[in-house]
């Protein structure tokens, strides 16, 4: 029997129609238009491309965006300066450092440096410490991302075991945190970890976020999981052609899995309407605040 195929990008569409009608209404009881900075550092090809999908979806649904770009050889005095002048300008609602950055620089300074109302990453420390109490939050945006498509699948999810493989701040400890808040029991396992397989496979729920191709085998996967795939790897082959495959061996878990999110399609289209919602509501919050 056939999984369900957790394919986002209907959902997404959706969520961004609704904010398209939640912005208009903002610019006219409130005159406000929400506004995005993405900061990109290097010339990494991958970031550059997720940044212009980026702002190219801000305007398609009526968000300001601007994309600030430094070279690789950046300080980190010069971006903090940026990041500075940011957090006071009123037109701007959040603010988005993208990652990975060169590694010269380290990034929680950075996004320690950012408003953590304008944080729509959420990785403010600030941020994190709420959403680990179970406190109203910014969501960092891949484990919102997860569990709206995962609750859009399955409502009630109270009381199911959910493993997570990874334990990234970006996303294995943030959605470990949001499960917990949904009554499930969770396992967050990584590179440390032993008798992984025998783990997995007890799994009602099972999350793959380590960043290795076909990592997950169907042996790991207990018939009638749900599995949601994080990880986007570009593997070149041998002609010198670039296939992107996730961190699940997609083509044999579908075998035994009641529902898997296929790469590309499943998380990352609501990694960004997440992204968009967060701008969203910190436009909300801040004008709140004045």
């Avoid at 968000?63 to 300008?89: D, G, R, V, W």
């Avoid at 304008?118 to 919102?144: A, R, Y």
Wanted: hydrophobic residues 40%.
């Amino acid at each position: 029997m056939s999984p369900v195929l957790l394919d986002s990008r209907s959902l997404a569409m959706q969520r961004k129609n609704d904010l398209k009608t939640r912005i208009i209404e903002l610019q006219k009881t409130k005159n406000i238009t929400p506004g995005l900075a993405v900061i990109r550092v290097g010339d990494n090809l991958a970031s550059k491309s997720y940044v212009a999908s980026k702002c190219r979806q801000c305007q398609e649904i009526g968000i300001h965006s601007k994309e600030y770009y430094f070279p690789a050889i950046a300080s980190k005095e010069s971006i903090l300066e940026l990041i500075y002048q940011l957090n006071a300008t009123d037109i701007i609602h959040g603010i988005l450092l993208q990652l990975p950055l060169p590694k010269h620089l380290d990034a929680l300074t950075l996004i320690q440096a950012i408003d953590p109302l304008k944080d729509v990453d959420g990785l403010h420390p600030q941020n994190l410490g709420t959403l680990s109490l179970g406190q109203p939050t910014m969501i960092p945006c891949t484990p919102k991302g997860c569990l709206t498509l995962l609750k859009n699948h399955k409502e009630n999810i109270q009381g199911l075991h959910a493993v997570i493989v990874g334990r990234s701040i970006l996303v294995g400890r943030p959605l470990a945190m949001l499960l917990l808040k949904e009554d499930c029991s969770v396992t967050v396992l990584h590179s440390k970890s032993q008798n992984i397989p025998d783990i997995t496979k007890t799994a009602d729920i099972l999350i793959a976020a380590v960043g290795q191709p076909k990592l997950v085998q169907k042996e790991w996967v207990r018939p009638g999981a749900i599995v949601l795939d994080v990880g986007i790897n570009h593997i070149r082959g041998l002609e010198g052609q670039v296939t992107i495959v996730g961190d699940v061996d997609f083509e044999n878990v579908s075998q035994v899995a009641s529902a898997i999110t296929p790469v590309p399609g499943g998380i990352g289209p609501m990694t960004v309407a997440s992204l968009l919602e967060n701008t969203v509501e910190a436009a909300i919050r801040q004008s709140s605040r004045k």
